[in-house]
């Protein structure tokens, strides 16, 4: 792991001269200035220090996150403070993600449960599914079978369930830590009855089934990238961000499987991160059809299944 340049700083005790610091606003403040003086890493929760700083506080504080802003004048009690400086000591001394000292993570509405055994969820895929993924089938109504591949924590699926209420839904793992998580999550959004766990690679282990959405959101950053990220992103399992020498390697065998796995109608979607000049280079035969997001990334890709059929991969 690639030490950052204030590894032997944050040895140093971080907190000096906070006796004046009273309020829920006087520890806000401090925490977004150490964010910055410690080069945190920021982009597994939010990417504005403000932002996650005040929704660490809030959780730490057991306060609600659409707290009145009344809440900064608040003068702290001592084992309120207590609290606050152990979240923030393991923030920014030991690089624990906000999400796994909170033990959860949020996707827009939805909340997750998560700890070290599975990726922190974030994906474009919160703004694809009910904003362009039905434009791209026949008829969404008749959507009976759907599958998430790469499941992780479980999120993907749930907000297909949720997208189509009438759809059973399939949730495919390598990592047995991770179904762990998933499973938690299934029962908490009580979705256990119509999501099917299964712990394979891509669908090597999955019973034969031709479904109308394949959909992934799968490790695709090249091992050499995955070496050089901050800290904070080494907490998190490696098999959840690792995608070989090019990122591609899980992305290939997911398109070679699907070709027998989708419906006459179906589709493939696949967010790709910074991969998409590779994925136009490589899979260009396939007619990827990039999907707007609202930031400009477009990095989640279409595959008609016609044209996955014919082409030679």
């Known amino acids: 792991m690639k030490k950052s340049p204030n590894a032997l700083a944050r040895r140093k005790p971080l907190f000096t001269r906070t006796a004046q610091l009273v309020t829920f606003d006087d520890w806000l ?10 080069e945190v890493a ?3 929760v939010t990417d504005i220090a403000q932002d996650e700083a005040l929704y660490l506080l809030l959780r730490t504080l057991d306060l609600p996150l659409d707290s009145d802003p009344s809440v900064l004048d608040c003068k702290l009690t001592k084992k309120e403070i207590a609290a606050v400086k152990a979240a923030l000591q393991r923030r920014i001394v030991d690089r624990v993600p906000a999400a796994y000292i909170t033990r959860e993570a949020f996707l827009g509405e939805h909340r997750f449960y998560v700890d070290e055994r599975t990726i922190i969820p974030r994906s474009y895929f919160l703004e694809i599914i009910p904003q362009q993924l039905n434009d791209w ?3 969404p109504k008749k959507v009976r ?3 998430d591949v790469c499941t992780g924590s479980g999120c993907l699926a749930i907000l297909l369930a949720d997208h189509f209420p009438k759809a059973k839904v399939d949730a495919v793992e390598l ?3 991770a179904l762990e998580v998933a499973e938690i999550n299934l029962k908490e959004h009580k979705l256990a009855h119509r999501i099917k766990l299964f712990e394979s690679d891509v669908f090597d282990a999955v019973p034969k089934q031709k479904y109308d959405v394949i959909l992934s959101n799968p490790p695709y950053e090249p091992s050499a990238h995955v070496d050089g990220l901050p800290e904070e992103f080494h907490r998190e399992p490696r098999m959840s961000l690792d995608g070989g020498k090019d990122g ?3 992305i290939r065998k997911l398109l070679r499987q699907s070709r027998d796995r989708l ?4 589709i493939v979607l696949i967010e790709v991160g910074g991969l998409r000049e590779a994925m136009d280079k490589e899979f260009g035969k396939l007619d990827l059809h990039w999907l707007h997001t609202e930031d400009g990334a477009d990095c ?3 595959i008609n299944a016609k044209r996955l059929k014919v082409a030679k991969l």
């Open 263 to 266: 419906q006459p109608h179906g």
């Open 29 to 38: 403040q401090l925490a977004v200035e150490l964010y910055a003086r410690e």
């Open 175 to 177: 990592s047995t830590d």
């Open 145 to 147: 079978h759907v599958v």
């Open 248 to 250: 591609l390697d899980i």
């Open 42 to 44: 920021l982009g597994q």
């Open 137 to 139: 089938l026949p008829d």
């Open 300 to 302: 989640v890709c279409v």
